[in-house]
């Protein structure tokens, strides 16, 4: 069975301090993963996925099939970037991502 | 643009009502997702369809039905609404033709409060 855990439901940190989002899964097969983020009153976007190794708005994250795990990592954090993040999960075909339960990013200025 | 639009954002019910929440996105995508967002349990699948003779449950059905009336539009209804159903609801779609990266597009949200 498919299983994502968020272990954070909330991370509070000050502007410029360094931000890691855990995210660990569970799959047998190979995973795809995403982070979606959702900002107050706004729908989800997707932040970004790993097959595309790319950095969102200084946001990076990287699978580590040996862990098992897709941190989302930012080395300053601003103030905007105060949202609710979403680490999913899909792969082998399914069409079904798993969400985490999410983890609430509050940046202080 | 093309987009995933939902229809009422904003709704207010009493218990044992029934009450209907559609989506319609002009993506073209076959795919369509109903969710359910909760406080600390984060984004439930309620049911999918695949395409328009394709209805599937999800993770919480129970209370719901969904319609497929088109490729374009997803409805989802609640036969006889409790207080426990008050939450934020997500329509989304994905593109059928994405093999690779099965990237979700969601809609802005239902509020629904079952009093």
């Known amino acids: 069975a498919q299983r994502v855990t968020q272990p954070e439901k909330l991370l509070s940190v000050f502007k410029g301090a360094p931000v890691e989002l855990k995210c660990n899964y569970s799959y047998s097969g190979s995973p795809e993963l995403f982070w979606y983020v959702q900002y107050s009153r706004q729908r989800l976007q997707l932040l970004l996925r790993h097959i595309s190794r790319e950095s969102i708005k200084g946001f990076t994250a990287d699978l580590n099939k040996g862990e098992t795990s897709f941190h989302l990592k930012k080395p300053f954090a601003q103030e905007e970037d105060s949202a609710m993040y979403y680490c999913a999960l899909g792969g082998g075909g399914s069409y079904i991502p798993t969400f985490g339960r999410g983890t609430s990013l509050i940046v202080h200025p | 643009d093309a987009d995933v639009t939902q229809t009422p954002r904003n709704r207010i019910t009493k218990t044992g009502k029934r009450i209907m929440l559609e989506c319609s996105q002009t993506?073209?995508?076959?795919?369509m997702y109903w969710y359910r967002q909760d406080p600390g349990l984060g984004l439930r699948l309620i049911y999918y369809s695949f395409d328009v003779k394709d209805i599937n449950k999800g993770e919480i059905s129970d209370g719901y039905s969904v319609s497929r009336q088109a490729q374009a539009k997803f409805s989802l209804s609640l036969e006889s609404a409790i207080p426990n159903q008050t939450a934020l609801y997500f329509c989304?779609?994905?593109?059928?033709?994405?093999?690779?990266?099965?990237?979700?597009?969601f809609g802005p949200g239902t509020r629904l409060t079952v009093l």
């Open positions: 989304a779609t994905s593109d059928n033709r994405d093999i690779s990266y099965n990237e979700q597009f």
């Open positions: 993506k073209g995508h076959d795919r």
